[in-house]
């Protein structure tokens, strides 16, 4: 047997400052180059006081914060009160004029802390309210709340106030991305003419039984004094905040040697809601899981075997037996050791002979009658869900029509999970609200695409056979082919080409990507989107809706040809029927405004929802902005804005700007803005949409004029450069300048 490692346990990488003062640095937290995880978890170490002191710094998106380092644990870090973590309002002798304002705004976003929900808002003062904003871009949740520090009547100066109790409150934030404070007067609402006392505070940072005090209320006419006499109470309130290591985008693709864990450690999810993970070592192991753990020497350390038993240590474990002459499981807090008469020896011995034999026998038939039940149950379970799911019937259609069973393959569920190793993990594509689509490679090494649905309603199997045979005729370069199905599951899987190039959302929104979509490139997608949508609206035998168009369910392959894709909530409609009504289904940001007022769904619903991707297209700009506020937060609204005040110029990409020509821009733009017409009726057919788009794409008309405005957008050719026509220096003139930065959305689905 392997014996215990008894290595000492190694918190720090190779070559690391392993503490700074009296805190010990364990890694993924490093003190130096390349003794971290990653820069979010670097420490430096400031020796210019005596103990030195630790500091984190988290660069932010709109601002770097630095902390001091009190303590770090399994999954939080406690760091000091600093500015960052104070609101102050202070009044002059003026009704309710502040002259000193400051306000608490803390973000983490992108990076793998969160703010603890063990954390309180404390107020201080008479006649403010401290107003709590939160907000979490991953859930895309906002909440608020707040607490008013109130005084019955006026105090003397010689009065105290209490913490909580009197001029003090407190309440409770929940964890997050981000946490806004500020102060509002209370005064001229509770009928007061003038303030008790001139200023207010509140700070943020754990709450214990500790941080209770008594303040002198007249310390509140100035702020130096109140931090000054009680900065020992802030500054005892430390802020605690939750940190996990974040996946990257090879962790989700590839398998588990991308993790950070170490050797001999568990991987776990920290939550479904913030995402990321933590590392643990496996039990009968102990150590630092992130650089690898080593095996417990139980037997030295804690030996569990009876007196009379031996301790043999294994990895992650041991194993208490028993001497000869004794039998049981030789722990000492079980059976223990007993004694055997000698009588029963040599008849145990003969029992355990015959045992043994007939174990031996049974064996191989246990095994085979296991195998021949399990397979029998296995086939009268997919035989059931195949009836479920409607597959009787799809046999039924396919023998009445051949065509269909050139068109529609029945896959086993054997050939689906070989694909797709098993539907591992690491075969995951993406999810959404109509089920989960992995990566496969079916046996004669075609790349599918697997979705698998949801529960479908047992009364409506006939709807769902018939939409898969209809999807599976559908033949068009521009809309991803459905290849099959398989019912045999609990849940159909349906089997479709596998697009190479990613989804237009990402090419259009990372910013990163070494190869950016060029003008032309976008007018192409646009062109074929708005022929594939032409042609499910007017070519097939029932006019096909899609009622969840965007730029994530539109695909590219490798030549960069747009495919549609997702037709989870699409519907066909007969065509004597006008619009369609259901539950109100489809994605903030593209979902059309009548729609969603009427429940009623008609074309006119897929070409608002194209109309949005056009502006996407134009703009470069998500569909909803998480940095705006009210009606500004849409797209297509501050898209129509902009097109209403002759300001289009403000609002498209600077790279569509400067390469696009200008005759092309302002069609594309107009069109765009029929689209969204919040009228239905005034809105254009997609097959409308697509020739128009096809006219543009075809026309070769080059401006002739050196300079021309349109409607309030004035164009003029550089006069730096004049090697081609085609090159534009746009400007407007107008002097507000509208800038817009959708670098955090809001991703809203309804279910």
Same mark, same amino acid.
């Given at each position: %047997?392997?014996?215990?490692?008894?290595?000492?346990?190694?918190?720090?990488?190779?070559?690391?400052?392993?503490?700074?003062?009296?805190?010990?640095?364990?890694?993924?937290? /490093?003190?130096?180059?390349?003794?971290?995880?990653?820069?979010?978890?670097?420490?430096?170490?400031?020796?210019?006081?005596?103990?030195?002191?630790?500091?984190?710094?988290?660069?932010?998106?709109?601002?770097?914060?630095?902390?001091?380092?009190?303590?770090?644990?399994?999954?939080?870090?406690?760091?000091?009160?600093?500015?960052?973590?104070?609101?102050?309002?202070?009044?002059?002798?003026?009704?309710?004029?502040?002259?000193?304002?400051?306000?608490?705004? %803390?973000?983490?976003?992108?990076?793998?802390?969160?703010?603890?929900?063990?954390?309180?808002?404390?107020?201080?003062?008479?006649?403010?309210?401290?107003?709590?904003?939160?907000?979490?871009?991953?859930?895309?949740?906002?909440?608020?709340?707040?607490?008013?520090?109130?005084?019955? &009547?006026?105090?003397?100066?010689?009065?105290?106030?209490?913490?909580?109790?009197?001029?003090?409150?407190?309440?409770?934030?929940?964890?997050?991305?981000?946490?806004?404070? $500020?102060?509002?007067?209370?005064? #001229?609402?509770?009928?007061?003419?003038?303030?008790?006392? &001139?200023?207010?505070?509140?700070?943020?940072?754990?709450?214990?039984?500790?941080?209770?005090?008594?303040?002198?209320?007249?310390?509140?006419?100035?702020?130096?004094?109140?931090?000054?006499?009680?900065?020992?109470?802030?500054?005892?309130?430390?802020?605690?905040?939750?940190?996990?290591?974040?996946?990257?985008?090879?962790?989700? %693709?590839? #398998?588990?040697?991308?993790?950070?864990?170490?050797?001999?450690?568990?991987?776990?999810?920290?939550?479904?809601?913030? /995402?990321?993970?933590?590392?643990?070592?496996?039990?009968?192991?102990? !150590?630092?899981?992130?650089?690898?753990?080593?095996?417990?020497?139980?037997?030295?350390?804690?030996?569990?075997?009876?007196?009379?038993?031996?301790?043999?240590?294994?990895? !992650?474990?041991?194993?208490?037996?028993?001497?000869?002459?004794? +039998?049981?499981?030789?722990?000492?807090?079980?059976?223990?050791?007993?004694?055997?008469?000698?009588?029963?020896?040599?008849?145990?011995?003969?029992?355990?002979?015959?045992?043994?034999?007939?174990?031996?026998?049974?064996?191989?038939?246990?095994?085979?009658?296991?195998?021949?039940?399990?397979?029998?149950?296995?086939?009268?379970?997919?035989?059931?869900?195949?009836?479920?799911?409607?597959?009787?019937?799809?046999? =039924?259609?396919?023998?009445?029509? =051949?065509?269909?069973?050139?068109?529609?393959?029945?896959?086993?569920?054997?050939?689906?999970?070989?694909?797709?190793?098993?539907?591992?993990?690491?075969?995951?594509?993406?999810?959404? /609200?109509?089920?989960?689509?992995?990566?496969?490679?079916?046996?004669?090494?075609?790349?599918?695409?697997?979705?698998?649905?949801?529960?479908?309603?047992?009364?409506?199997?006939?709807?769902?056979?018939?939409?898969?045979?209809?999807?599976?005729?559908?033949?068009?370069?521009?809309?991803?082919?459905?290849?099959?199905?398989?019912?045999?599951?609990?849940?159909?899987? @349906?089997?479709?080409?596998?697009?190479?190039?990613?989804?237009?959302?990402?090419?259009?929104?990372?910013?990163?990507? $070494?190869?950016? @979509?060029?003008? #032309?490139?976008? *007018?192409?997608?646009?062109?074929?989107?708005?022929?594939?949508?032409?042609?499910?609206?007017?070519?097939?035998?029932?006019?096909?809706?899609? &009622?969840?168009?965007?730029?994530?369910?539109? *695909?590219?392959?490798?030549?960069?040809?747009?495919?549609?894709?997702?037709?989870?909530?699409?519907?066909?409609?007969?065509?004597? +029927?006008?619009?369609?009504?259901?539950?109100?289904?489809?994605?903030?940001?593209?979902?059309?405004?009548?729609?969603?007022?009427?429940?009623?769904?008609?074309?006119?619903?897929?070409?608002?929802?194209?109309?949005?991707?056009?502006?996407?297209?134009?703009?470069?700009?998500?569909?909803?902005?998480?940095?705006?506020?009210?009606?500004? &937060?849409?797209?297509?609204?501050?898209?129509?804005?902009?097109?209403? /005040? $002759?300001?289009?110029?403000?609002?498209?990409?600077?790279?569509?700007?400067?390469?696009?020509?200008?005759? $092309?821009?302002?069609?594309?733009?107009?069109?765009? =803005?029929?689209?969204? #017409?919040?009228?239905?009726?005034?809105?254009?057919?997609?097959?409308?949409?697509?020739?128009?788009?096809?006219?543009?794409?075809?026309? =070769?008309? +080059?401006?002739?004029?050196?300079?021309?405005?349109?409607?309030?957008?004035?164009?003029?050719?550089?006069?730096?450069?004049?090697?081609?026509?085609?090159?534009?220096?746009?400007?407007?003139?107008?002097?507000?300048?509208?800038?817009?930065?959708?670098?955090?959305?809001?991703?809203?689905?309804?279910?």
């Amino acid at each position: %047997m392997p014996n215990a490692s008894e290595t000492t346990t190694i918190s720090t990488k190779p070559g690391c400052q392993s503490s700074c003062g009296d805190l010990e640095i364990p890694y993924p937290f /490093g003190i130096g180059s390349n003794c971290s995880q990653n820069r979010y978890f670097d420490i430096s170490c400031n020796t210019f006081f005596n103990p030195p002191k630790p500091y984190l710094l988290l660069i932010g998106p709109y601002e770097n914060y630095t902390y001091e380092v009190v303590n770090i644990s399994e999954t939080q870090i406690y760091v000091k009160n600093s500015k960052a973590q104070l609101s102050m309002a202070c009044y002059g002798k003026g009704l309710g004029i502040k002259t000193q304002n400051s306000a608490i705004s %803390m973000t983490f976003l992108d990076s793998p802390y969160t703010l603890s929900d063990a954390n309180q808002v404390t107020s201080i003062g008479c006649d403010d309210l401290a107003m709590v904003q939160q907000a979490s871009y991953l859930t895309n949740t906002s909440n608020g709340g707040g607490c008013a520090s109130y005084c019955s &009547r006026f105090q003397s100066p010689v009065g105290f106030g209490s913490c909580p109790g009197k001029g003090c409150c407190r309440t409770s934030i929940s964890k997050g991305e981000y946490l806004e404070v $500020e102060l509002y007067d209370m005064r #001229n609402y509770w009928g007061r003419r003038t303030k008790f006392f &001139r200023c207010s505070f509140a700070f943020i940072g754990m709450v214990s039984d500790y941080n209770k005090f008594n303040f002198s209320l007249s310390h509140l006419n100035d702020p130096t004094t109140f931090l000054n006499n009680y900065n020992k109470e802030f500054m005892g309130m430390p802020l605690m905040l939750d940190w996990r290591i974040l996946y990257d985008n090879r962790t989700k %693709m590839q #398998n588990f040697t991308d993790y950070a864990c170490g050797k001999n450690s568990d991987c776990i999810d920290m939550d479904t809601i913030f /995402g990321g993970y933590r590392c643990k070592c496996k039990k009968g192991y102990q !150590g630092n899981p992130y650089l690898g753990c080593h095996d417990i020497n139980e037997c030295k350390i804690s030996n569990q075997c009876a007196s009379f038993a031996s301790c043999t240590n294994t990895l !992650g474990s041991y194993h208490c037996s028993c001497p000869d002459g004794y +039998h049981g499981d030789g722990k000492k807090y079980g059976i223990g050791c007993i004694p055997l008469p000698v009588s029963h020896s040599k008849l145990a011995i003969g029992v355990g002979l015959g045992a043994g034999t007939g174990l031996l026998l049974l064996l191989p038939t246990c095994f085979w009658l296991y195998k021949f039940h399990k397979k029998r149950k296995d086939k009268k379970r997919k035989e059931k869900f195949f009836k479920r799911n409607g597959g009787l019937l799809l046999k =039924q259609q396919i023998s009445t029509d =051949q065509g269909i069973l050139e068109k529609t393959r029945l896959f086993t569920i054997k050939e689906l999970e070989k694909a797709t190793d098993n539907f591992n993990e690491s075969r995951i594509l993406g999810q959404g /609200g109509q089920g989960t689509v992995y990566k496969g490679m079916l046996s004669e090494g075609k790349i599918v695409a697997i979705k698998k649905s949801k529960l479908v309603d047992e009364n409506q199997v006939e709807l769902f056979i018939n939409e898969v045979v209809m999807l599976s005729q559908i033949i068009h370069r521009n809309v991803v082919k459905l290849l099959g199905c398989c019912l045999e599951t609990e849940v159909p899987l @349906l089997v479709y080409e596998f697009i190479f190039n990613g989804t237009l959302f990402d090419h259009i929104h990372d910013k990163t990507n $070494e190869f950016p @979509l060029s003008w #032309n490139m976008r *007018l192409k997608i646009a062109v074929e989107v708005a022929e594939a949508l032409a042609y499910l609206h007017s070519a097939t035998a029932f006019p096909i809706y899609h &009622r969840d168009v965007k730029s994530t369910n539109i *695909l590219l392959d490798e030549k960069y040809v747009a495919k549609v894709s997702d037709f989870g909530t699409s519907r066909s409609i007969a065509v004597d +029927h006008t619009h369609l009504t259901t539950l109100v289904k489809g994605t903030f940001g593209y979902l059309d405004p009548e729609y969603f007022q009427s429940s009623q769904f008609t074309e006119k619903s897929d070409v608002y929802s194209f109309g949005v991707v056009l502006v996407e297209l134009l703009t470069g700009q998500r569909p909803i902005s998480s940095a705006k506020t009210g009606e500004e &937060r849409s797209l297509a609204t501050r898209f129509l804005l902009c097109m209403d /005040g $002759e300001n289009l110029e403000q609002i498209l990409e600077a790279q569509v700007l400067e390469h696009g020509k200008r005759q $092309e821009l302002i069609a594309v733009a107009k069109l765009a =803005q029929r689209c969204l #017409n919040l009228n239905g009726k005034k809105r254009p057919t997609m097959k409308e949409v697509a020739m128009e788009l096809e006219i543009i794409k075809m026309s =070769q008309t +080059h401006s002739t004029t050196s300079e021309t405005k349109y409607q309030g957008i004035e164009l003029r050719k550089s006069k730096a450069i004049l090697i081609s026509d085609d090159d534009y220096i746009w400007t407007s003139t107008s002097e507000n300048i509208i800038q817009s930065s959708d670098a955090y959305p809001l991703k809203i689905h309804t279910v």
